[in-house]
């Protein structure tokens, strides 16, 4: 039997997700649209007739951005669990596992035209910008969702946290507008984010100060019980 087998890259994803840090940890927590951006062949629209009667599609892709593991690793600690806790590789959604692939359920918005191909308009992505997709199937809801399904330890959506902003971030929140580097949209996406509390959930140090990258920002922020607060805010230009 083979011990490994090939699937083609069909698309990568745009999205202003642009590191691992700060992603929400499953699919449709935040409703940030995102991009699909089909490659040749695949970008026939064609392949696509008949996508936009369904609302929610699966995507099949790949962590291309984990670091290498040198063997593997039975256990793993989710963050849900707080993060050291231990429970089998099997029984959680981690990026790192024995054939690195993802599946997330996606609400699709919109086909579109572009660049002499199309594109797939989606929300509720936690993929990393650039992240190649294997794989794209409608979801079926009659099927797809098991209304009695158990959770194991994940029973209920995390708790959000309050999001505020410090006066020097309102500050600079107010020239990153007036400079046209952002929009009241964009920075509704973020505090999304944030509301998830994106730090280790093992730390608990409520001086920490944190930075994570989204979309054209850089964002410093603490977290303090329940809610979080918006320290810094640098625009970082286009990449």
Known sequence: MNESVHFPIIATIHSPFKEKFGIPRQ?????VPCYIKLLAPYNDKSAFEGIEAFSHLWLLWVFHD??????????????RLGGNQKIGVFATRSMYRPANIGLSVVK???????????RLCVQGSDLLDGTPILDIKPYISY????IDAKSGYAVEAPLLK???WHTEALNQRTALLQQHHTSEQELKYLEQVLALDP???????????YGLRFSNLEVKFKVKLQDVFIVNLQYVGLG
């Open 27 to 31: 699919p449709n927590l935040v409703d």
């Open 66 to 79: 984990n670091k290498k593991q040198q063997s593997f690793k039975p256990q793993v600690r989710p963050p």
């Open 143 to 146: 099927s797809d969702a098991i």
């Open 162 to 164: 309050q999001v505020f």
């Open 108 to 118: 699709l918005v919109s086909v579109e035209q572009h660049n002499n191909g199309i």
């Open 199 to 209: 730090k280790p959930a093992y730390q608990q140090d409520i001086e920490r100060v």
